[in-house]
């Protein structure tokens, strides 16, 4: 099964930026739905930014406009491109995988198997 690792993850003043990586291994991420979830303290894990093996991506309303989902097959890697930061954007995020067939959506934690061990992002 494919492994996660995240990276890029920091301190940054409101309104800059910063990019998520998340490199897979084990499994070719090309037969995966692949997605950003984020997470603070007491609160449930809430999905941000998804893309399908398709190049689909869709985006939680908070960070649409500000967050960009892409992905390199070549280096079996995705990335978040965070922009215009804010202080609400400050959580741990995850990168997540699980295979998905064309057509296939995966949108919420529990369709989801495989997990990074997060990445720290703090707006302030």
């Known amino acids: 099964h494919v492994q996660l690792v995240e990276s890029g993850g920091g301190s940054v003043q409101v309104g800059g930026s910063l990019r998520l990586s998340c490199v897979a291994s084990?499994?070719?991420?090309?037969?995966?739905?692949m997605g950003w979830f984020r997470q603070i303290p007491d609160k449930e894990r809430e999905g941000v930014a998804f893309i399908d093996p398709g190049g689909e991506s869709t985006y939680t309303d908070s960070v649409k406009g500000r967050f960009t989902i892409s992905q390199d097959n070549a280096v079996n890697t995705i990335y978040q491109q965070m922009d215009n930061l804010k202080r609400e954007d400050t959580a741990m995020y995850y990168c997540?995988?699980?295979?998905?067939?064309?057509?296939?959506?995966?949108?919420?934690?529990?369709?989801?198997?495989?997990w990074g061990q997060g990445t720290q992002v703090t707006v302030s």
């Open positions: 997540a995988a699980d295979f998905c067939a064309v057509g296939w959506v995966r949108r919420t934690v529990e369709s989801y198997n495989y």
């Open positions: 084990g499994d070719t991420i090309s037969r995966y739905c």
